[in-house]
């Protein structure tokens, strides 16, 4: 279905009220991205650590606000799916479990812990292309909006820690605590 959705984007797709052609879009992509990278090396100067805490939270309501479109679950495999298929244009992901490991999660207690990564990130395209290192805001901004669509599918409290940062991919561990929110 991922492939689906990416291979919808055609330049004879963009309605002729529109104006423009395909190549004005990506020139404005890029701006946008420049735009981006410089708001979020500003906010971590204005704000120092508290910028990362900013941009969670806006993330977070970004992602509780899209996942309305979704159906409620609480299989957090079948969520994780729809998510990619609603959410993954813009934050392509997959599951990902190390070598042996049975299935995609794990149960710790209360909580349930599945690795996602990330590979066709806007977020990272936008850090590399503006100079920025990973880690910062931007990169919280992203794990808001998936704390957010977690939450909002499945009605439980979720976090995202980072395992590892990349040029072509990032692993991050998506954690959910059964109980309510």
């Given at each position: 279905?991922?492939?689906?959705?990416?291979?919808?984007?055609?330049?004879?797709?963009?309605?002729?009220?529109?104006?423009?052609?395909?190549?004005?879009y990506e020139d404005a992509l890029h701006v946008l991205m420049k735009f981006m990278g410089s708001m979020s090396s500003a906010l971590e100067q204005v704000?120092?650590?508290?910028?990362?805490?900013?941009?969670?939270?806006?993330?977070?309501?970004?992602?509780?606000?899209?996942?309305?479109?979704?159906?409620?679950?609480?299989?957090?495999?079948?969520?994780?799916?729809?998510?990619?298929?609603?959410?993954?244009?813009?934050?392509?992901?997959?599951?990902?479990?190390?070598?042996?490991?049975?299935?995609?999660?794990?149960?710790?207690?209360?909580?349930?812990?599945?690795?996602?990564?990330?590979?066709?990130?806007?977020?990272?395209?936008?850090?590399?292309?503006?100079?920025?290192?990973?880690?910062?805001?931007?990169?919280?901004?992203?794990?808001?909006?998936?704390?957010?669509?977690?939450?909002?599918?499945?009605?439980?409290?979720?976090?995202?820690?980072?395992?590892?940062?990349?040029?072509?991919?990032?692993?991050?561990?998506?954690?959910?605590?059964?109980?309510?929110?």
């Open positions: 279905m991922i492939e689906d959705v990416r291979g919808t984007f055609k330049p004879e797709l963009i309605p002729k009220e529109s104006g423009g052609n395909i190549d004005d704000s120092g650590r508290g910028a990362n805490a900013i941009v969670y939270q806006a993330g977070k309501r970004m992602g509780h606000d899209a996942a309305k479109m979704m159906e409620k679950t609480d299989n957090l495999e079948q969520a994780l799916d729809e998510m990619g298929e609603v959410l993954g244009t813009e934050f392509y992901y997959e599951k990902w479990k190390p070598a042996g490991q049975e299935g995609y999660t794990i149960e710790k207690g209360d909580e349930t812990v599945i690795k996602l990564l990330f590979m066709d990130c806007v977020v990272r395209q936008t850090l590399r292309r503006t100079g920025l290192p990973q880690k910062g805001p931007l990169c919280y901004l992203l794990y808001g909006y998936m704390v957010g669509a977690v939450e909002e599918v499945m009605s439980i409290k979720g976090k995202v820690d980072i395992d590892h940062v990349g040029p072509n991919a990032c692993l991050k561990t998506l954690t959910i605590k059964w109980g309510g929110k």
